[in-house]
Structures are given as structure tokens and as C-alpha cells.
């Protein structure tokens, strides 16, 4: 749990977000007005689905007892149905019906096939370039553990199939630095490279409300997260 939170008065409303959402999260409550606690889940974790679902419990079961909330928001996407089995205690769990966290940025799946437009895209964002476990770190990793022809090999089984990375622009942070970035991680695997307008509205949504139905999925009180609903 970030350091310095203490329960405030705030409708009784606890951000339970991954740390990769950081730079938007924390513009969109600004531009809501929304001075919810926040506690911050280690960003690597999505690459570990079953360590995600158990991080999460531990971490809602905390935010639970630190601060009696009625509502907890999740600033999370289905992330390979980590969420499944996820079940809120004596609060409301609100969370955005998509698929991983990019798709929040970029408004929708809809959207995000019109801009891969047939070409594998994998999409950036600030905090994903800042990210200790960036597709770089990941390349080398692979070559470490397994030599320079294994590595290559498991690597391009799992990211074979992109061919551009897709900066998006979310308005939170200097876009340049961004840029110089993203640009030398696509000369580095030798992709395309695109940039988007991201957007911030779904964070927006999330804190603010109303939750659609299409659009988030909402869990009373006990009622468990099942591994259907994860299906969209």
C-alpha cells in the first residue's frame, strides 16, 4: 500500500490499480476531481496470472480491513482471467470490461482492430516504456537463460506475430521522450512504428461513474468473479 494513505472522506472509495496505470490514473483524477486512496499493485505482475490472483485477494482483503470501504474500483483489465475467483468482501468491486489494460487507452476493442488494421501492433504507453519488464528486457531475458538461438526461438514463438509498435499518446506526459523510446524499440526488433491518440476517458468512467453493463462489469457484495463472465 502506498505510504502516507490514510482513510479519508472520500464516499468511501478505494482504487485497488496496477502500477503501469500510474501517469493516467493519476490525471484522470485529477481532471474528476476524484481524490480516492490508491493502492498500487506491482506492475509485473500480469505477466504472472495465478501470482496476480492471489496478489489481488491480498491486497483487496487489506484494503478491506485498512479502510471499510463501500465501493472499490479496479483498475485492471481481464488480464488472462487472473480475475476469476476474485471475490469482494463487504463492498461493491467495479472493474472495466476488457481484455488487458491497453484496450483502456485505446477506447475499445473495436478501435484497436481499426488501428492494427491487419498488422500485429503491440501498443505502448508511459507506463509501459517505464516498465522493468518492457519486450526488450524480455528479448534478453530469454537469451540469457537459453542461449542466443533458444532465446530468439521462444521469443519469436510469443511475439512472432507483431510487426509494429503503437505508441499511444494519452496526453498525460511529454510525448517526445516517449517517442525517442518506443522508436528505439521498434529499430531494435526491426517493426513498424506508429504513433496513436490514447485517451483517458475509461479511467475517467471508472471513477466517476455510471458503470454500464457493456462496458463494466459490476459484483455485489460476495458474489464471486466467474471465469465465464471473463469471456468478451
Same mark, same amino acid.
Given at each position: !500500500?502506498?505510504?502516507?494513505?490514510?482513510?479519508?472522506? #472520500?464516499? =468511501?472509495?478505494?482504487?485497488?490499480?496496477?502500477?503501469?496505470? @500510474?501517469?493516467?490514473?493519476?490525471?484522470?483524477?485529477? %481532471? #474528476?476531481?476524484?481524490?480516492?486512496?490508491?493502492?498500487?499493485?506491482?506492475?509485473?505482475? &500480469?505477466?504472472?496470472?495465478?501470482?496476480? $490472483?492471489?496478489? *489481488?485477494? %491480498?491486497?483487496?482483503?487489506?484494503?478491506?480491513?485498512?479502510?471499510?470501504?463501500?465501493?472499490?474500483?479496479?483498475?485492471?483489465?481481464?488480464?488472462?482471467?487472473? *480475475?476469476?475467483?476474485?471475490?469482494?468482501?463487504?463492498?461493491?468491486?467495479?472493474?472495466?470490461?476488457?481484455?488487458?489494460?491497453?484496450? !483502456?487507452?485505446?477506447?475499445?476493442?473495436?478501435?484497436?482492430?481499426?488501428?492494427? =488494421?491487419?498488422?500485429? $501492433?503491440?501498443?505502448?504507453?508511459?507506463?509501459?516504456?517505464?516498465?522493468?519488464?518492457?519486450?526488450?528486457?524480455?528479448?534478453?531475458?530469454?537469451?540469457?537463460?537459453?542461449?542466443?538461438?533458444?532465446?530468439?526461438?521462444?521469443?519469436? !514463438? !510469443?511475439?512472432?506475430?507483431?510487426?509494429?509498435?503503437?505508441?499511444?499518446?494519452?496526453?498525460?506526459?511529454?510525448?517526445?521522450?516517449?517517442?525517442?523510446?518506443?522508436?528505439?524499440?521498434?529499430?531494435?526488433?526491426?517493426?513498424? &512504428? @506508429?504513433?496513436?491518440?490514447?485517451?483517458?476517458?475509461?479511467?475517467?468512467?471508472?471513477?466517476?461513474?455510471?458503470?454500464?453493463? @457493456?462496458?463494466?462489469?459490476?459484483?455485489?457484495?460476495?458474489?464471486?468473479?466467474?471465469?465465464?463472465?471473463?469471456?468478451?
Amino acid at each position: !500500500m502506498e505510504k502516507g494513505l490514510t482513510v479519508r472522506e #472520500t464516499g =468511501n472509495t478505494v482504487v485497488v490499480a496496477c502500477r503501469i496505470l @500510474e501517469a493516467e490514473l493519476k490525471a484522470a483524477m485529477a %481532471e #474528476t476531481g476524484r481524490d480516492y486512496p490508491v493502492v498500487w499493485m506491482e506492475s509485473g505482475l &500480469h505477466e504472472q496470472p495465478k501470482k496476480l $490472483t492471489e496478489a *489481488l485477494k %491480498e491486497a483487496l482483503a487489506r484494503t478491506e480491513a485498512d479502510y471499510r470501504p463501500d465501493t472499490v474500483l479496479l483498475g485492471y483489465g481481464f488480464c488472462g482471467n487472473a *480475475l476469476a475467483g476474485i471475490r469482494p468482501g463487504q463492498y461493491r468491486l467495479i472493474l472495466p470490461r476488457i481484455d488487458d489494460c491497453i484496450t !483502456m487507452f485505446i477506447g475499445s476493442r473495436e478501435r484497436k482492430r481499426r488501428l492494427e =488494421n491487419g498488422v500485429g $501492433t503491440l501498443f505502448l504507453t508511459e507506463g509501459w516504456l517505464q516498465n522493468d519488464m518492457d519486450i526488450l528486457t524480455l528479448r534478453q531475458g530469454f537469451i540469457d537463460d537459453y542461449g542466443e538461438e533458444d532465446g530468439l526461438d521462444i521469443f519469436n !514463438m !510469443m511475439y512472432g506475430n507483431y510487426r509494429r509498435i503503437g505508441l499511444l499518446d494519452c496526453g498525460c506526459c511529454p510525448l517526445a521522450p516517449q517517442a525517442e523510446k518506443s522508436r528505439a524499440i521498434a529499430r531494435a526488433l526491426g517493426f513498424e &512504428h @506508429e504513433i496513436y491518440d490514447g485517451s483517458i476517458d475509461y479511467l475517467k468512467e471508472l471513477l466517476t461513474g455510471p458503470w454500464p453493463e @457493456e462496458r463494466f462489469l459490476v459484483k455485489q457484495p460476495g458474489q464471486v468473479i466467474e471465469t465465464r463472465e471473463l469471456q468478451i
